[in-house]
């Protein structure tokens, strides 16, 4: 049983009373949804948390627009090889401040304009607050664009590439615990005028049999009383709205992963879900509810079969410092060297992001996984045409 954390604010009015009238216990999926999601209440849902260097936690894009110019590159490469002269979309699900599709859509219109010229950007966003401002940031974009919710997504016969970027992290994950011999789900119950996060009803059926099958956890009880992790349930559905949105075309997913082995290996006792705001990172996701960002790594393992079950085809992955230095970014820092030295400041900046971006110990070790899918040969296996640029040998 976890408690609140010493000192927090009172419990908030409102989800005191969806708890009560929930008699008083949820799964903890649940409650990540209502506090991440939560039109009036929820860190992304009110719009409240703010994604940059001086908001709440930085992303790869709210570092500048180097990390989309060398992803552009990418991009284009899928798009071309889709039939000429057909309406092509880039789809960004997820897109926060709306700076990586601002930012994709000028390296597209200065780099590709006859590319660019047929795509439209096509966002997906759940949550009103976030919308409001992509749609300013997003005023002056080069490219048409529109949002879309998803279950129009699931639907829309489009032909291009889908973006998700820091978005799979964010679907609601169910927590598990070791209790008493058996694998439990974690509910977050009411106790008093609090919170705490307690082993609820043991898995069974397809949930169970999924991870025997997976052989993501050993299923013999080999983790001690009170050992938890994550399931990933939210992803299936997801990926196969995704690729229900495609004819033909790429899904890139960019995000914190482990395989399973490190996942759920046995000094992993609490899991990988953090909390975040302020940049500050707290492993409470209880703590001030609907004020914080809650976020868990993906399992590869877990990823790759939801995206099979979903209709997409696998095509490889690495990790972002690689995939960066396939794309380029090694030049990139080495021409910041040629710029003239009155613009120092300016400079320093630029190589600080660059390192930062591909540090093992951070952005670096960002997983890119890349995935196909082609509703018209369905079954017809990839070809060196559209094996991913950011696969190839690192450009020095
Ligand atoms: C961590 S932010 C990432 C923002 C942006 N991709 C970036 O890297 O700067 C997560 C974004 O995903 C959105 N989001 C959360 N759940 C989502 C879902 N199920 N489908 C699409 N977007 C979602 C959030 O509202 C937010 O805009």
């Known amino acids: 049983m976890q408690t609140p954390h010493p ?6 009015e409102w989800l005191g009373q969806r708890l009560r009238a929930a008699g008083g216990s949820v799964p903890f999926r649940d409650y990540m949804e209502w506090v991440l999601h939560d039109p009036d209440h929820g860190a992304y849902g009110s719009g409240r948390l703010a994604i940059g260097p001086r908001g709440d936690f930085a992303t790869a894009p709210s570092l500048g627009a180097e990390f989309a110019q060398l992803l552009a590159p990418q991009v284009a490469q899928w798009l071309a090889l889709l039939p000429a002269e057909s309406p092509l979309a880039l789809v960004e699900t997820g897109p926060g401040e709306g700076q990586l599709a601002q930012q994709l859509a000028e390296a597209l219109h200065t780099g590709w304009p ?7 950007l096509v966002l997906v966003e759940p949550n009103a607050g976030m919308a409001r401002r992509q749609r300013q940031r997003l005023l002056g974009c080069p490219l048409p664009v529109r949002w879309i919710d998803f279950d129009a997504l699931a639907r829309a016969p489009l032909r291009g590439v889908v973006l998700a970027h820091e978005v ?5 994950i ?9 694998w439990c789900r974690q509910h977050v119950v009411l106790r008093g005028e609090g919170l705490s996060l307690e082993a609820a009803e043991p898995l069974a059926g397809p949930v169970l049999d999924q991870l025997g099958s997976l052989g993501l956890l050993p299923l013999d009880g080999s983790r001690p009383e009170g050992w938890c992790s994550e399931l990933h349930p939210g992803l299936e559905p997801w990926l ?3 690729a229900g949105a495609l004819v033909a075309g790429w899904l890139l997913v960019i995000d914190y992963a482990h395989e399973a082995r490190r996942y759920y290996a046995p000094q992993r006792s609490a899991g990988t879900l953090m909390a975040y705001r302020r940049q500050q990172a707290c492993d409470d996701p209880l703590r001030e509810p609907g004020q914080w960002d809650l976020t868990a790594h993906l399992c590869l393992e877990s990823l790759e079969a939801a995206a099979r079950a979903g209709g997409w085809q696998p095509l490889g992955g690495c990790r972002q410092g690689e995939a960066l230095l396939a794309l380029g970014l090694a030049s990139r820092l080495h021409a910041l060297q040629q710029e003239p030295a009155c613009r120092l400041a300016e400079l320093l900046q630029r190589r600080e992001s660059l390192l930062r971006l591909v540090d093992p110990a ?3 070790d960002f997983r890119w996984l890349a995935f196909r899918r082609d509703r018209s040969v369905e079954g017809r296996p990839s070809t060196s ?3 991913p640029l950011f ?3 690192p450009s020095l």
Do not use: V, Y
């Open 7 to 12: 000192g927090s604010p009172p419990l908030p």
């Open 114 to 120: 006859e590319l660019a010229g047929r795509t439209e």
């Open 168 to 172: 799979l992290d964010a679907l609601a």
């Open 174 to 182: 169910e927590r598990i615990e070791r209790r008493e011999d058996r």
């Open 240 to 242: 196969a709205a995704c």
């Open 362 to 364: 951070g952005l670096g």
């Open 385 to 387: 045409g559209d094996r």
């Open 391 to 393: 696969l190839s040998a």
